[in-house]
């Protein structure tokens, strides 16, 4: 029987509405930010988006430093860069500009500023953040530029660690944003793929809360509603980036689905992180291939409550529907149906094989699968990936 004992949290002040970038003064206000450090990523960095926010705080003659050292599935090397830039230049907060590499490393730059101990002590398993500085985290207001991950609501940050090859998830409950300014207009620029991808890690955020055994009702209900926005808004954004209201509402289910996985994750982004560690893949990419073969594996356990999501979408034939709506969506979006499809020359050997599903057991989304990951579920999901059986 599910434990009817559980911890629940909800994110943070969220501004959200086309041209709210404007409110950034008002949002740095609050947050008490006076020197903010923008952080962002360099393809970001040469984008009118980001010319945009820059010339927002001119206007508001807030001095500000920039620090664009970001790279996607941001390593240690950005976070000690820009701790450092963090302590030149004075600045008593940041302003977290990006997808969710830059909204990730912006957070983990805040919080490593005031901290003595290496980053990775505060990985997410254990109670090790509890020996963090809490009073030393810095205040970060949080704009995202992509509707995939909701890191702007979450209280983590991914960061790969390349001595040992592995995404960490750090977490830290100071680590929440502020005040969140999601603005749908400034994810019009980008392009098919990212859409395509970041919306499908919002898609995934969500199936994987809605599927995780823990007893979270209101979760549960936020991520069958953010599944339904997806499916419907996604394919139009994609045909279509300047449709601004599809953009919103991808934006509000990116943050629906962060808000919802403090009920679990699962198999995809268990094997989706040791994948996007060692090939560097795009995350919500890399989520997209597992999707199905996860949800197959997963049946047993999930069927019936897959039915119900099915029948709230609109969606007929049960799972099985369900399922097969997923496969024409990521036809839609040219999501590789293979692992090969995202890796170019994709070749494991037994041996490779291993070690990724070793990678996904223990990683700590793992224990929301609702069905118990093994080595050998996990092993038989990634050649599922490999063989697009
Ligand atoms: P990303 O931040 O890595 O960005 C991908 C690319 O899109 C970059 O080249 C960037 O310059 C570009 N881009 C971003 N916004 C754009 C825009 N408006 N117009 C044009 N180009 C734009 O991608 P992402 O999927 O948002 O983030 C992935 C990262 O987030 C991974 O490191 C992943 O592990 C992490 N993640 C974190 C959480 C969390 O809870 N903190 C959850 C899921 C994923």
């Not at 988006?49 to 390593?75: D, Q, T, W």
């Not at 976070?79 to 302003?95: K, M, P, R, Y």
């Not at 991950?149 to 790969?160: H, M, Y």
């Not at 291993?354 to 990951?373: K, W």
Request: aromatic fraction near 6%; proline fraction near 6%; charged fraction near 20%.
């Amino acid at each position: 029987m599910t434990s009817l004992t559980a911890n629940w949290s909800f994110p943070t002040a969220i501004r959200f509405g086309p041209g709210r970038i404007a409110e950034l003064p008002e949002a740095l206000r609050i947050a008490g930010i006076a020197r903010p450090l923008f952080v962002t990523d360099p393809g970001l960095a040469k984008l009118p988006v980001v010319g945009r926010a820059l010339a927002v705080l001119e206007e508001a003659k807030i001095a500000h430093g920039v620090f664009s050292e970001v790279k996607p599935n941001p390593v240690e090397a950005n976070l000690t860069a820009g701790v450092s830039a963090f302590a030149t230049g004075g600045h008593d907060g940041v302003i977290a500009f990006g997808g969710g590499s830059a909204l990730d490393l912006g957070k983990l730059i805040a919080f490593a500023a005031g901290q003595n101990r290496p980053v990775w002590d505060f990985e997410d398993v254990g109670d090790w953040w509890t020996r963090a500085d809490a009073d030393r985290i810095a205040p970060v207001v949080a704009v995202p530029t992509t509707a995939g991950t909701g890191s702007e609501v979450g209280r983590a940050g991914v960061l790969t660690n390349e001595a040992t090859h592995t995404k960490k998830v750090i977490f830290h409950p100071k680590m929440l944003p502020a005040v969140v300014i999601a603005d749908p207009e400034l994810t019009v620029g980008m392009p098919p793929f990212i859409t395509a991808g970041t919306g499908m890690d919002a898609l995934a955020h969500c199936l994987e809360a809605y599927c995780a055994p823990g007893f979270h009702p209101m979760a549960a209900g936020i991520a069958a509603e953010g599944v339904r926005l997806v499916l419907e808004n996604l394919p139009r954004v994609f045909a279509d980036g300047t449709d601004i209201a599809g953009r919103a509402q991808m934006m509000a289910a990116a943050a629906m689905g962060a808000t919802a996985f403090q009920k679990g994750l699962g198999a995809i982004h268990a094997l989706s992180h040791p994948i996007g560690a060692l090939y560097d893949t795009h995350h919500g990419m890399t989520n997209a291939v597992f999707m199905p073969y996860v949800l197959a594996a997963n049946r047993p356990a999930i069927d019936g409550r897959i039915a119900r999501l099915a029948a709230y979408c609109d969606i007929s034939g049960g799972f099985d529907g369900f399922a097969r709506e997923i496969l024409a969506l990521r036809e839609r979006l040219q999501v590789p149906h293979r692992l090969g499809g995202l890796i170019a020359g994709l070749d494991m050997d037994a041996a490779r094989k291993e070690l990724i599903a070793q990678m996904a057991i223990v990683d700590p989304t793992a224990g929301g699968n609702p069905v118990e990951l093994t080595a050998e579920g996990a092993r038989s999901i990634l050649e599922a990936a490999i063989d697009g059986a």
